[in-house]
């Protein structure tokens, strides 16, 4: 049963250009987390998405941000026009219901140069 | 604004002796708690969850909690220096709340 899986692992991109980060749960998990971290910093929670719903985007940016979870494929966290305050490790978990664990990917490192 | 509170440490612990992490969190009505793992550069690893008062052990980690006081601790027995890592407590209000993460605790276990 493999687990969260994330790709890219590492991406880079120039100012400007749009990040596509994809994340596919572990099987049987409806429920997917996109968090974001920064060198030396804490998770920070961004969105949270059921399949075809957004559950929790508030700590999603309001612009240049989207996040979506289709019926078929995986979890997508978009970020359009990067700047380099982009620059983070992006870790999407999963779980197989609402109050049930997350289990982690491995993480997308985006810089942008 | 909900919150999850941790002692950033670093918190130093010689190999074999017993290491306590501990987390507050600001939203009574949180239902469950859990603590995660992280290896620098590596991804968080689910390590326990907990949902009712007391302990839960699960072979050298006891996670405690007190729903009251708004406190849950992770006891580490027998520390090894594999143990070094980011303890990141996690906590989620009800079904379909987010889980929103501590700062976590450096733990660096001497040999």
């Known amino acids: 049963n493999a687990g969260v899986m994330q790709n890219p692992r590492h991406l880079v991109r120039r100012r400007g250009q749009e990040a596509r980060l994809r994340c596919s749960p572990m099987?049987?998990?409806?429920?997917v987390y996109w968090y974001r971290q920064l060198p030396e910093e804490g998770l920070k929670f961004m969105v949270y998405?059921?399949?075809?719903?957004?559950?929790?985007e508030s700590g999603m940016p309001k612009e240049r941000f989207s996040a979506e979870f289709p019926k078929e494929g995986p979890s997508i966290l978009r970020i359009q026009q990067v700047v380099r305050g982009d620059s983070a490790a992006y870790f999407c978990?999963?779980?197989?219901?609402?109050?049930?664990?997350?289990?982690f990917g491995q993480g997308t490192r985006l810089t942008v140069v | 604004q909900k919150e999850v509170e941790q002692n950033s440490g670093p918190l130093s612990v010689p190999e074999g002796a017993i290491a306590s992490l501990n987390c507050t969190y600001s939203?009574?009505?949180?239902?469950?708690f859990f603590w995660y793992r992280q290896y620098s550069g590596k991804s968080p690893e689910l390590i326990m969850s907990?949902?009712?008062?007391g302990d839960k052990e699960d072979g050298r980690f006891t996670a405690q909690l007190n729903k009251a006081s708004q406190y849950v601790s992770l006891l580490i027995r027998d520390s090894q220096p594999s143990d070094s890592a980011t303890y990141l407590c996690?906590?989620?209000?009800?079904?379909?709340?987010?889980?929103?993460f501590g700062p976590g605790t450096s733990l660096s276990v001497i040999p």
């Open positions: 978990a999963s779980s197989v219901s609402s109050g049930g664990e997350a289990f």
């Open positions: 099987k049987g998990h409806s429920h």
């Open positions: 907990i949902y009712s008062n």
């Open positions: 998405l059921q399949k075809e719903n957004i559950i929790d």
């Open positions: 996690a906590v989620r209000g009800t079904s379909y709340d987010k889980v929103i």
């Open positions: 939203d009574r009505v949180s239902q469950s």
